[in-house]
């Protein structure tokens, strides 16, 4: 099931994320389509993890750290989520403004990065190989989402767009400037 599942994410992920790209350079936004594509691409390495690990109590200091991490990565998903104050933006429904406030102050992706940390939090209480093959997967898939998204956002917010770029570092890092 597992190996079916990660082969289906690769697919899932393809097809998304060029048809996200597609839309976005015809339309300048997702369709319902769009947007269920992409909730699938990030829904099926999650899959994974649920069927790769088992819930239980923290034990050692390997969970904990995990449940740390974890709980850090919810934290800045949902400040991410919050700075944005459209629901269209966060389902990418809606350009909006150009977001540079809260942790967008110091990435350009903070709701990835946080998402990362918190499945990576949850891999770590029951860590396995599959695991370890969900966040890669998931990881990439982000990765690919980032550069779709960047190439919209250039078109729509032009040199706002990079400039906010060449303060703000696309993952996390110290800014390189005051912006």
Same mark, same amino acid.
């Given at each position: 099931?597992? &190996?079916?599942?990660?082969a289906?994410?690769i697919v899932?992920?393809?097809?998304?994320?060029?048809y996200?790209?597609? $839309?976005?350079r015809?339309r300048?936004e997702?369709s319902?389509l769009?947007l269920?594509?992409?909730?699938?691409?990030i829904l099926?390495?999650?899959?994974?993890?649920?069927?790769?690990? &088992?819930?239980?109590?923290?034990?050692?200091?390997?969970?904990?750290?995990?449940?740390?991490?974890?709980?850090v990565?919810?934290?800045l998903?949902l400040?991410?989520i919050?700075?944005?104050?459209?629901p269209?933006?966060v389902?990418?429904?809606?350009?909006g403004?150009l &977001?540079r406030?809260?942790?967008?102050?110091?990435s350009?992706?903070p709701?990835?990065?946080?998402?990362?940390?918190?499945?990576?939090?949850?891999?770590?209480?029951?860590?396995?190989?599959?695991?370890?093959?969900?966040?890669?997967?998931?990881? &990439?898939h982000?990765?690919?989402?980032?550069?779709?998204e $960047?190439?919209?956002?250039?078109?729509?917010?032009?040199?706002?767009?990079? $400039?906010?770029?060449?303060?703000?570092?696309?993952?996390f890092?110290?800014p390189?400037?005051k912006?």
């Amino acid at each position: 099931m597992l &190996t079916y599942l990660c082969a289906l994410a690769i697919v899932v992920a393809a097809v998304a994320l060029l048809y996200a790209r597609r $839309e976005y350079r015809l339309r300048g936004e997702l369709s319902v389509l769009g947007l269920a594509l992409l909730c699938a691409m990030i829904l099926v390495p999650n899959l994974v993890l649920e069927y790769a690990t &088992t819930y239980e109590m923290p034990a050692t200091l390997l969970d904990y750290v995990g449940v740390a991490v974890g709980v850090v990565g919810i934290v800045l998903c949902l400040a991410s989520i919050v700075s944005f104050r459209s629901p269209l933006k966060v389902l990418c429904l809606d350009a909006g403004q150009l &977001t540079r406030t809260g942790p967008y102050r110091w990435s350009r992706n903070p709701q990835y990065i946080g998402w990362f940390l918190f499945l990576l939090g949850f891999a770590l209480n029951d860590w396995s190989w599959w695991c370890f093959a969900a966040i890669v997967i998931i990881v &990439t898939h982000l990765h690919l989402l980032v550069l779709v998204e $960047e190439e919209h956002l250039r078109r729509i917010f032009g040199e706002r767009y990079i $400039e906010y770029c060449r303060f703000v570092p696309r993952y996390f890092a110290w800014p390189r400037r005051k912006a």
